[in-house]
Every structure is written in C-alpha cells, then in structure tokens.
Nanobody, 114 residues
Framework: QVQLVESGGGLVQPGGSLRLSCSSS????????MGWYRQAPGKERELVAT???????NYADSVKGRFTISRDNAKNMVYLQMNSLKPEDSAVYYC????????WGQGTQVTVSS
C-alpha cells in the first residue's frame, strides 16, 4: 500500500520562502507523475504544480514564477520550493500521484501572515 507523507510547512511572513517535501512509499513513484495540491478553509482542493516521471513541470497561474516543483526518483521524494509567498498561499498542502488513485496523506499546513 502506497503511503504519502508531507512535511516542511510552517508560519512565514509575506515574501518569505518555504520548501515542502513529500515522501512516497512503494515502488511506483519513479514511473508516475506527481502533483502538489492545496486546500484553504472553505475552498476546494486545487492542483498547483505537477511534474512528470521525466521531469516536465506545469504550474497553476497563481503560483507560476514563484513555486518550483522537483523530484528525486532515487529517494521517492517530491519537493515544492515556494518563494515570494502571499497570504493567499495559506492552505494545507498535499502531494499525490496524478494518474494513480492513492489515499491522501495528512498534508502540511502553510500559513503566510505578518
């Protein structure tokens, strides 16, 4: 059973940076696209960044130019570098596979506030 564990969230001031990490168990990681999602209170979960098994990336317009997704297939890890953070980036952030149905992890809380 594949499990996902996110970490790296916290409280940061506007304009600050955070790096989120996600670890996946199992043997399917390197063969599949991954994504970072976020869910703010009262809002639906949204996809903010994706990375293919080969490293091709895509971003939501709201984070383009500020967030960078990357992966390390040898470690079964996916990362989200978040720069120039804004209060509207505050949410619980989750990673998951794009094309494989895997249970959500617990997420990691990101709060951007002065």
């Amino acid at each position: 059973q594949v499990q996902l564990v996110e970490s790296g969230g916290g409280l940061v001031q506007p304009g600050g940076s955070l790096r989120l990490s996600c670890s996946s168990s199992g043997s399917i990681f390197s063969f599949n696209a991954m994504g970072w999602y976020r869910q703010a209170p009262g809002k639906e979960r949204e996809l903010v960044a994706t990375i293919s098994e080969g490293g091709t990336t895509n971003y939501a317009d709201s984070v383009k130019g500020r967030f960078t997704i990357s992966r390390d297939n040898a470690k079964n890890m996916v990362y989200l570098q978040m720069n120039s953070l804004k209060p509207e980036d505050s949410a619980v952030y989750y990673c998951n596979y794009i094309h494989v149905r895997i249970a959500w992890g617990q997420g990691t809380q990101v709060t951007v506030s002065s």
